[in-house]
């Protein structure tokens, strides 16, 4: 668990540094797919990641961070997706979106479990504000997700996503 402020920031960069990778490249993808709609979505939600890295990283200031393994913060894929995003090009965009959606709820319950757990007041603070920041990303996405076509050929059973519960 993270106990350290400076593990915990560690982590909230290279969560928010992964994210807005992933979003440029899902971005690239929906533009390729003649998608520029969806494309659009994407290069926004890269940039709001961008921007909240900046301000993490200006709170980080002269701080050393740990380094973490990449699997402590790299997102996670469906089995139908490859390990890179890149390479499907026939991704709709409700598949997009819903790897996209499945993160970003990742990312709000770490920031979550965090909040709950930390004893340092601060690491409590910023995890509660960051968890609230994913919140308002999934809520954006589920505005999308509610008009996308559901390809269900491509993704077999389309479960509904997880509600935030919490
Ligand atoms: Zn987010």
Not at 125 to 135: G, K, V
Not at 147 to 166: C, G, I, L
């Amino acid at each position: 668990m993270t106990d350290s402020l400076p593990e915990f920031l560690a982590h909230s960069l290279a969560l928010e540094h992964e994210a807005a990778e992933r979003y440029r490249e899902l971005a690239d993808i929906m533009e390729n797919n003649l998608n520029p709609e969806v494309g659009a979505v994407f290069r926004d939600m890269a940039r709001f990641s961008g921007r909240h890295h900046h301000e993490i990283k200006a709170r980080v200031g002269a701080m050393v961070l740990p380094e973490l393994k990449s699997w402590q913060y790299r997102w996670a894929t469906p089995p139908e997706a490859t390990d890179s995003l890149d390479i499907d090009f026939f991704m709709q965009p409700y598949n997009a979106l819903r790897i996209a959606r499945d993160n970003e709820l990742r990312g709000y319950k770490y920031y979550r479990q965090i909040a709950r757990e930390a004893a340092d007041p601060e690491i409590k603070r910023l995890a509660e504000e960051f968890a609230q920041e994913e919140r308002g990303h999934i809520a954006a996405l589920d505005k999308w997700l509610a008009q996308a076509h559901r390809p269900s050929e491509t993704w077999e059973k389309d479960p509904e996503p997880v509600e935030v519960t919490d």
